[in-house]
């Protein structure tokens, strides 16, 4: 079995409203390449989904600083809307992205990018609801199913979620 992401560890952002698809899909799919995966929220707890599925966070954003992680990724739906109220979850997504470690963001995540201030003079992709405050961020937003500008991977939807996991194990492979 190819275990390409073995010695890698990779946090998953979460919170109240996270879209299923967009956490659980990567959580399995990195775990099947054998990173240790994490779930982050802004306390250790349970949140739960768009549509009611309950999620653990191992830890709390405050827990776990940038040099432990080998990528970050943060799950659309509402819930970037709620992780961005919370300076921790900020201040981990900004630390990971200053450290030039993959910074992955798919739907409505980009919020999140925003609120880090990482996407200046980056191109992304995000869901087209949010192209006004990814633009507003300073970033050129183009409509393609994964974009990667350095560090910075971005998707749009669920249904782009089988590009975007292949450019982050690409990127961490």
């Known amino acids: 079995m190819n275990r390409t992401l073995s010695s890698r560890k990779i946090a998953i952002l979460v919170e109240n409203l996270y879209q299923d698809q967009e956490l659980w899909y990567p959580y399995y799919r990195f775990k099947e390449e054998g990173a240790e995966v994490v779930l982050v929220g802004p306390e250790k707890g349970t949140y739960t989904s768009k549509y009611g599925y309950p999620a653990t966070a191992d830890t709390a954003a405050g827990d776990i600083g940038p040099e432990e992680l080998d990528a970050i990724i943060i799950p659309g739906g509402y819930a970037p809307d709620h992780m961005r109220r919370h300076e921790a979850m900020v201040s981990l997504v900004k630390g990971v992205s ?4 993959v910074v992955a963001a798919i739907c409505h995540a980009g919020w999140m990018l925003s609120s880090a201030d990482v996407i200046r003079g980056k191109t992304v992709t995000g869901f087209f609801a949010i192209k006004d405050d990814l633009i507003n961020a300073g970033a050129d937003y183009v409509d393609e199913e994964v974009v990667v ?11 782009d979620l089988p590009a975007f996991c292949r450019a982050i194990i690409e990127a961490l492979g």
């Not at 200053?98 to 470690?101: L, R, Y």
């Open 98 to 101: 200053q450290q030039g470690k």
């Open 149 to 159: 500008d350095g560090n910075i991977i971005t998707s749009r939807k669920p249904d």
